[in-house]
């Protein structure tokens, strides 16, 4: 049953392109702007206001005209100070502008500019002029007895010199996790100072910091420079001591954000080659455990050979191409049981033989003709197609096999895969 909005039904307000609350919507956007959030003015600052503002305050004749403007200046335009105050010059030479801004929040310090204030510091962090008003302004609130409970100045003064550095050691004197630190003290972590107080919270902190930030991870990956994302990255992938289920975690942020290091992202141009061999062995064992998510002991079996492993190719939905250096293993999760060796030469243009343009056999079916296993381990014969078995005898033949074309031909591993050879029963 429709109900009724202004004489029409609702039915009728849809047709005609109203809807139910859309006055409403508009009314508190219109408010919004012009009474917006301190954090909206921080992020969308409105620059005609901005000017006028800055016009007003140069316009006072002396210190004694600037109090006096100080104390009739509006809640909005009071929101503005912190924020000129950072576009106003470096604090080594002070601008008058800015000199005079200082004074204004000498006079009206008040919880409300405190607000302002910090949301600014943590934007422009870390704007030294800024830190250096805002600690007068943390000094004044404490005299008046105006203090509140999230007073960054009870942890650090802004100014102080390793401003970053000196907050995590308090943080960690009084037994604070650093999303408690970023709640109690309103710090975000899409601005600058929150980016640089997760980076390096990352960086000095211990494997226990890991455990349920990777959220706080990648919006410090996100957040920094190029040169701090690879401290980042390069401290994390030499962790030791991370569960498998957290490290699994922190891997796939990382591959949201870069892919693979095979992939060309930048970042890894700026990694060592170990590190970024850690990372894509990572991308390989994922794949394979998510193609062999029904089948652990054949998942196993492949991130065995991770290090040995090019790169994996999906051939269908259900098909991946795993290349080797000398050779390319075709595998279906339809045909669990089996999967297909097939030998570099034999992959030359279109990987199989039995294709044409009319005909395209999945690779890894195995109705495509191959060799038993157990020839080619008798032979010590890895040409041609080979079919690899993975049911529950068969499993350690590949096992054998795979020995057979990864080991370095050296006298001793020549020996050893003899006497692995000897270990099956072959007919």
């Known amino acids: 049953m429709s109900g009724t909005l202004s004489g029409l039904t609702f039915r009728e307000n849809e047709t005609a392109g109203y809807f139910p609350g859309q006055h409403l919507t508009s009314r508190l956007s219109a408010i919004r702007k012009i009474l917006p959030l301190p954090l909206e003015q921080i992020s969308n600052p409105d620059p005609v206001a901005e000017a006028a503002l800055s016009q007003k305050i140069l316009a006072a004749t002396d210190s004694l005209a600037v109090v006096q403007l100080a104390h009739i200046l509006t809640s909005r335009e009071l929101d503005l100070v912190f924020p000129l105050l950072a576009a106003a010059g470096p604090v080594k030479r002070p601008s ?4 005079r801004l200082t004074l204004i929040i000498r006079e009206r310090a008040c919880p409300s500019l405190y607000t302002s204030g910090w949301l600014t510091f943590q934007k422009y962090f870390p704007c030294q002029p800024v830190a250096q008003a805002l600690t007068l302004l943390c000094k004044i609130l404490e005299i008046k007895q105006q203090t509140r409970s999230d007073l ?7 100014d102080s010199r390793h401003f970053v550095r000196r907050l995590l050691r308090r943080a960690s004197e009084q037994e604070m996790t650093l999303y408690l ?5 309103q710090i975000h972590a899409n601005m600058p100072l929150g980016a640089e107080l997760i980076a390096q919270s990352f960086l000095n902190g211990d494997v226990s910091l890991y455990q349920d930030s990777q959220q706080l991870f990648a ?7 190029a ?4 401290a980042l990255l390069h401290h994390f992938l030499n962790l030791s001591g991370l569960p498998p289920n957290v490290y699994n975690r922190y891997c796939q942020e990382i591959y949201r954000q870069y892919g693979d290091p095979k992939s060309g992202h ?11 061999q850690v990372f894509h062995e990572w991308v390989l064992a994922a794949t394979i455990g998510s193609h062999c998510r029904r089948q652990p002991d054949k998942a196993r079996l492949f991130q065995r050979y991770a290090h040995n492993i090019l790169q994996i190719e999906h051939w ?33 243009g279109h990987p199989f033989e039995l294709a044409t343009s009319e005909f395209s056999p999945n690779p890894a079916d195995p109705a495509i003709p191959h060799r038993q296993i157990e020839d080619a381990i008798r032979r010590s014969d890895r040409q041609g197609v080979i079919g690899l078995p993975f049911d529950a005898e068969g499993i350690r033949m590949t096992l ?11 006298r001793g591993g020549l020996k050893w895969l003899k006497r692995r050879r000897e270990s099956i029963d072959l007919p």
């Open 181 to 185: 630190l970023m709640q109690q003290y």
């Open 266 to 276: 930048s970042i890894w141009s700026q990694l060592k080659s170990q590190d970024c």
């Open 152 to 158: 960054i100045v009870q942890l650090v003064s802004p």
């Open 219 to 225: 919006k410090a990956l996100q957040q920094a420079s």
């Open 96 to 99: 008058p502008l800015s000199s």
């Open 400 to 410: 054998v096999f795979l020995d057979l074309c990864l080991l370095k031909k050296s």
């Open 227 to 230: 040169d701090t994302q690879t």
């Open 316 to 348: 269908d939905a259900q098909t991946i191409l795993i290349h080797f250096p000398d050779f390319i293993i075709a595998d279906n999760r339809e045909y669990p049981l089996l999967a297909l060796y097939y030998d570099q030469d034999e992959i030359e």
